[in-house]
């Protein structure tokens, strides 16, 4: 890991655990399972945090999920002692391809399925929320937030963000810390919302090379130039990532509106 992403792992995880404390209180939270280096940190930072009947995972696959990405997340699940249940989601993708008439096996419609997939998710982990009066927690990292890398209300609809503020990068090696296997947080991300769908095939360099210009654009504060320089990245990523920035910024907004709230009333 770049020596600019260091961070320090125990007060990392003291102040993640807080977070989650402060933030769900006595309340279930629904987490969805993929066996991915992000939800396998996130559930095991809630394992922390909270009584492991507190915790709901849901695993929802595809029939071209890797039967090693759904036996990772049952593993952490029944290793952490947490309530879970499997929930294959082809037959309701089908049902809307029925109704919307549209071909899923039309290259016109992979993207346009693939969000689809993310949001029916969606829908049954706010299913759970509400069936138990829970909360929903969200499994998205700061790299994704940052160049909008994530379904708007499909995976992005969540009700709190444990890991936002946290790289990438950052994540893998908080996942070594935690003692997860190396398979699980050294696998390559891969968001899988359509068949063989991997990160690299939508963004140009993996999240090793991208984190440290991620950094010196948003934290640090540096030109584009002295960005892609210090990261040692061609010029034409660094402004790859500030279109889309500001391409996705409706991702991180509510909806624009002309609603103005006046006044305020205190909390009783």
Not at 17 to 42: E, T
Not at 230 to 236: N, S, T
Request: aromatic letters at 10%; hydrophobic letters at 40%.
């Amino acid at each position: 890991m770049s020596d600019v992403l260091k961070i320090d792992f125990e007060e990392t995880v003291r102040e993640v655990v807080s977070f989650i404390r402060n933030i769900v209180g006595d309340r279930v939270v629904v987490i969805g399972l993929s066996g991915g280096v992000d939800s396998s940190v996130v559930v095991t930072l809630l394992v922390k945090a909270l009584p492991p009947e507190k915790i709901y995972g849901l695993i929802m696959p595809t029939s071209f999920t890797p039967s090693r990405d759904v036996d990772d997340a049952i593993l952490l699940a029944e290793n952490f002692k947490i309530n879970y249940e499997i929930i294959p989601i082809d037959s309701i993708v089908d049902s809307y391809a029925k109704v919307l008439r549209r071909d899923l096996e039309d290259p016109r419609y992979r993207m346009v399925y693939g969000n689809l997939r993310a949001r029916i998710r969606m829908c049954i982990l706010y299913f759970y929320a509400n069936m138990l009066d829970g909360l929903v927690a969200g499994t998205g990292d700061k790299s994704e937030i940052l160049i909008g890398y994530y379904t708007k209300y499909g995976d992005g609809g969540v009700d709190f963000l444990p890991v936002a503020h946290l790289y990438k990068t950052q994540l893998r090696r908080l996942g070594a810390y935690l003692g997860l296997p190396e398979h699980i947080y050294s696998k390559p991300s891969a968001p899988l919302l359509y068949p063989n769908h991997k990160a690299l095939d939508e963004i140009p360099v993996d999240y090793s090379a991208l984190d440290p210009l991620l950094y010196y654009i948003f934290d640090k504060g540096l030109s584009i130039r002295e960005a892609s320089e210090k990261a040692g990245l061609p010029i034409d990523i660094a402004l790859w990532v500030c279109r889309r920035f500001h391409s996705t910024n409706h991702k991180r907004k509510t909806p624009p509106s002309l609603l103005t709230i006046k006044h305020i009333p205190p909390e009783v």
